[in-house]
């Protein structure tokens, strides 16, 4: 009974010691928790999107309805010197969006070719998949509509994927250097000829032309989906 009455006084004695050691206090108040901050979260893969604004394009060399192989490089302007641009655009015979544009886009051509900057068309459907689109159709659809531009096909469809097109039409403008300067729609009204109110081709064109860098630099195309094997 004696050592349970002298508890309390140890534990006095113990409370006082804590109390007039600073380091053991100080010791007391720097504990930390101990749980992890939860980790910030992984950023989502982005998947390959072919070319952005700034990109060098890839060249090629592809049939064209003449029989003959062309690229980027052996294109010439309407004045048959090196272009100071090219106006590569991804198109076919068979899609009603591409088809609203041939008029304009060989209006297009017989506008810029002069000026240095030719249309190069490529025609990158599955033939088996969409056969009207196969190289005789081509040829008889540019003869019945006066294309005036190099019209080939990207018949093993390796071509866009690098472009990353997947409309038609889609146009990627490309100065000398084949460095990507517009990207996007010819203009603004899709089914309307007489509706267009913004010649963005035109205008990248216009603004190139003064040394200056097009914008807008990207407009979102609208067309028919690029059929794929």
Known sequence: MRILSL?????????????????????VAEVEPTTAPAPAPEKAATPAA????????????LTGIDGQMHSIASTMDANGAAPKGYVVTFTCNTCPYAQGYETRLAALHEKLSPMGYPVIAIQPNDVEIKPEDDLDAMKARAEARGFGFVYVID?????YPQYGASKTPEVYLLDADRVLRYHGAIDDSAQDPEGVTQRYVEMAVAALEKGESPDPAEVKAIGCSIKAK
Do not use: M
């Open 50 to 61: 072919g070319l952005e604004i700034g990109d060098t394009a890839p060249d090629f060399k």
């Open 155 to 159: 018949a093993e469809q390796t071509v």
């Open 7 to 27: 508890i309390p006084f140890f534990v006095f004695l113990l409370v006082l010691s804590a109390c007039d050691n600073p380091s053991t206090a100080d010791e």
